[in-house]
């Protein structure tokens, strides 16, 4: 009876671990694209997360071995692959957070703008898709609003353009809440937190203590640097104004620190010489998006991400700021914050361009 009771203790304390691990909600994430150079790596990253519960991989060519291959990691997500068009409504069934690294990437000499013709085309049929298998049944049920309708994560460039085009899909389509898509910006953000440390000589990656003026150490958080605007050269704005931890850099240096981060892209293409545009760094930055988005849903409290999303923080329809994320997606777009002298400066000169782009896609979305 003493072992049968202990081994019934232990039952229940192995049930009571078990119900531990398990006690995030099962969500479904989609990376389409995902035998690319971003989709690799952002497949691996996705199975390592724990709140993922079932990973599905769509590409037009090469998924099945991507899927196979990540599938044996003894992670908590099932992974399944699916290839080509025909297999793209399973994919996409009862997604939560659908990643879309899918097109072409950018060769030495080009801009992001150059992807266009390629990619509008891409991501107009992969997001008629998402609104019909995905569909926001909120729209006439609100209260299922939550449940029914999958965020989606734009990497594909330009994303200044394709954010545009998948909101006039959806729309079309009457499925647009704009609360649930978003441009992935990230990238720019993880750059400029690791070229704003490199210069202020901080560690990078640790929480670090400061002392204030009456001498008591304070806890400050990580390095931090928001990144508002757009997703390509002049658009991209990271503020240094607003840097944590604050270091007096000097005029020259938050230029150049400026300039960096909106050739950071650059500065990978030409070191890949032909073979291609970030893809790893990427990864790294799609995986820590689509963690915070299902942070978000999942109700973690104060989940802050820069991102390119509708807005009013200007006079354009689309821009990238810091975004709340909650369990419906967006739950707040943040203000800008106080900006130095060159920032107001940059905001004023990256408004045509951004201004030009958003415009080229919805009149893409609209003729095609
Ligand atoms: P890649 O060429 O290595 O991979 C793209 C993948 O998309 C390929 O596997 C291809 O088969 C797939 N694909 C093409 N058409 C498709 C379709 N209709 N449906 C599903 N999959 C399709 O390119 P890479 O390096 O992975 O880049 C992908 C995109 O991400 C590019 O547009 C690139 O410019 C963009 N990018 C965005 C960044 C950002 O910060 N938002 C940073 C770096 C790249």
Same mark, same amino acid.
């Given at each position: 009876a003493i072992a049968r009771s202990s081994s019934a203790a232990a039952g229940a304390q192995i049930q009571r671990r078990g119900f531990s691990v398990t006690s995030a909600p099962e969500r479904k994430v989609a990376v389409l694209g995902a035998a690319g150079g971003i989709g690799q790596p952002l497949a691996l990253l996705m199975k390592l997360?724990?709140?993922?519960?079932?990973?599905?991989?769509?590409?037009?060519?090469?998924?099945?071995?991507?899927a196979a291959d990540v599938s044996h990691i003894n992670t908590r997500s099932e992974v399944k692959g699916y290839v080509g068009e025909e297999n793209l409504g399973q994919a996409l069934e009862g997604v939560d957070?659908?990643?879309?690294?899918?097109?072409?990437?950018?060769?030495?000499?080009m801009t992001r703008d150059d992807l266009f013709n390629i990619n509008a085309g891409i991501v107009k049929s992969l997001c008629t898709a998402i609104a019909k298998y995905c569909p926001n049944v909120g729209v006439a049920f609100p209260s299922l609003l939550s449940s029914s309708t999958a965020l989606v994560n734009m990497i594909s460039n330009p994303v200044n353009s394709t954010v545009p085009i998948a909101a006039e899909v959806f729309k079309k389509a009457g499925t647009y809440d704009e609360k649930k898509l978003f441009g992935v910006t990230t990238l720019d953000v993880v750059r400029a937190k690791t070229f704003y440390a490199g210069k202020a000589k901080v560690p990078v990656a640790e929480t670090y203590l400061r002392c204030n003026p009456t001498w008591r150490i304070v806890f400050c958080g990580e390095v931090n640097v928001p990144v508002v605007g757009g997703h390509a /050269?002049?658009?991209? +704005?990271?503020?240094?104004?607003? #840097?944590?931890p604050q270091a007096n850099l000097s005029a020259e240096e938050i230029t150049a620190l400026t300039k960096r981060t909106q050739d950071g892209g650059t500065e990978v293409v030409e070191a890949?010489?032909?073979?291609g545009s970030a893809t790893l760094s990427m990864a790294y930055a799609g995986a820590l998006f689509a963690d915070a988005c299902l942070k978000g849903l999942n109700g973690v409290p104060d989940v802050v991400e820069c991102s390119y999303v509708q807005s009013t923080v200007t006079e354009l329809p689309f821009f990238a700021s810091k975004v709340r994320l909650g369990k419906n997606g967006v739950e707040e777009v943040l203000?800008?914050?106080?900006?130095?002298?060159?920032?107001?400066? /940059?905001?004023?000169? +990256?408004?045509?361009?951004?201004? #030009?782009?958003?415009?080229?896609?919805?009149?893409?979305?609209?003729?095609?």
């Amino acid at each position: 009876a003493i072992a049968r009771s202990s081994s019934a203790a232990a039952g229940a304390q192995i049930q009571r671990r078990g119900f531990s691990v398990t006690s995030a909600p099962e969500r479904k994430v989609a990376v389409l694209g995902a035998a690319g150079g971003i989709g690799q790596p952002l497949a691996l990253l996705m199975k390592l997360n724990p709140l993922v519960s079932h990973l599905s991989l769509y590409d037009i060519a090469a998924t099945p071995g991507v899927a196979a291959d990540v599938s044996h990691i003894n992670t908590r997500s099932e992974v399944k692959g699916y290839v080509g068009e025909e297999n793209l409504g399973q994919a996409l069934e009862g997604v939560d957070v659908v990643i879309i690294p899918a097109g072409v990437p950018r060769k030495p000499g080009m801009t992001r703008d150059d992807l266009f013709n390629i990619n509008a085309g891409i991501v107009k049929s992969l997001c008629t898709a998402i609104a019909k298998y995905c569909p926001n049944v909120g729209v006439a049920f609100p209260s299922l609003l939550s449940s029914s309708t999958a965020l989606v994560n734009m990497i594909s460039n330009p994303v200044n353009s394709t954010v545009p085009i998948a909101a006039e899909v959806f729309k079309k389509a009457g499925t647009y809440d704009e609360k649930k898509l978003f441009g992935v910006t990230t990238l720019d953000v993880v750059r400029a937190k690791t070229f704003y440390a490199g210069k202020a000589k901080v560690p990078v990656a640790e929480t670090y203590l400061r002392c204030n003026p009456t001498w008591r150490i304070v806890f400050c958080g990580e390095v931090n640097v928001p990144v508002v605007g757009g997703h390509a /050269g002049i658009t991209i +704005l990271p503020l240094f104004s607003q #840097a944590t931890p604050q270091a007096n850099l000097s005029a020259e240096e938050i230029t150049a620190l400026t300039k960096r981060t909106q050739d950071g892209g650059t500065e990978v293409v030409e070191a890949k010489a032909g073979k291609g545009s970030a893809t790893l760094s990427m990864a790294y930055a799609g995986a820590l998006f689509a963690d915070a988005c299902l942070k978000g849903l999942n109700g973690v409290p104060d989940v802050v991400e820069c991102s390119y999303v509708q807005s009013t923080v200007t006079e354009l329809p689309f821009f990238a700021s810091k975004v709340r994320l909650g369990k419906n997606g967006v739950e707040e777009v943040l203000g800008l914050g106080p900006l130095s002298d060159y920032e107001k400066e /940059g905001l004023e000169k +990256l408004k045509p361009e951004l201004k #030009a782009s958003i415009e080229k896609g919805i009149k893409f979305a609209n003729d095609n």
